[in-house]
């Protein structure tokens, strides 16, 4: 990545951010430079003021994605402002494929026990492993049903069964005919 203009993040602890292109020019004719104020509106409603202190050149393509429409600020100052127990999803995009596992081994050296990495391969086998489970439950319930409506149908067959066979002795008995 490439600033337009300023620098990147100053040595000191005040809330300064790099902005990308499409924000430092939102409309034609107005641009946000470097030493401006701009107002970051928090999920919690909370507005906080950050000092421009650099603007990215447009067309950067990075890892992460499009950085035209994105805020960089420290980490420091991010977490002043969300106050995190803990980062719940961090993303990471692999430039190709066989550098997955390289990635991943890589993050599980340097943090250990501490992170738990999991690759869209991991995460599409866990949901294949939940559905299996899911339609081994239904095969379950729509056997034991299955055995149930058997039971019940041969139970009342064979009470008809008995019930007939004495209709039949008793006429018998009495000698009727067929």
């Known amino acids: 990545m490439e600033l337009e203009n300023g620098t990147v993040y100053p040595p000191v602890t005040v809330p300064y951010a790099v902005i990308g292109h499409d924000i430092a020019h939102p409309i034609p004719n ?21 000092t421009v202190y650099g603007v990215l050149q447009s067309t950067q393509s990075v890892v992460i994605g499009d950085t035209s429409d994105a805020i960089f600020i420290p980490l420091s100052e991010a977490r002043a402002l ?15 494929i066989s550098e ?5 081994t ?18 599409v086998s866990s949901v294949q492993v939940i559905i299996t489970s899911f339609s081994f439950l239904v095969i379950l319930i729509g056997s034991i049903s299955l055995f149930v409506g058997a039971v019940g149908i041969m139970g009342i067959t064979l009470a008809r069964v008995y019930q007939r066979t004495r209709e039949i002795g008793i006429m018998k008995t009495l000698r009727a005919n067929n």
């Open 30 to 50: 107005i641009t946000i430079q470097p030493s401006s104020t701009i107002i970051l509106k928090l999920s919690n409603g909370n507005m906080v003021p950050l």
């Open 82 to 96: 969300i106050n995190p127990l803990g980062y719940f999803l961090v993303v990471l995009q692999a430039g190709s």
């Open 100 to 104: 997955i596992n390289t990635i991943t």
């Open 106 to 123: 890589l993050l599980s050296y340097i943090y250990g026990n501490s992170l738990t990495v999991t690759t869209i391969q991991q995460a």
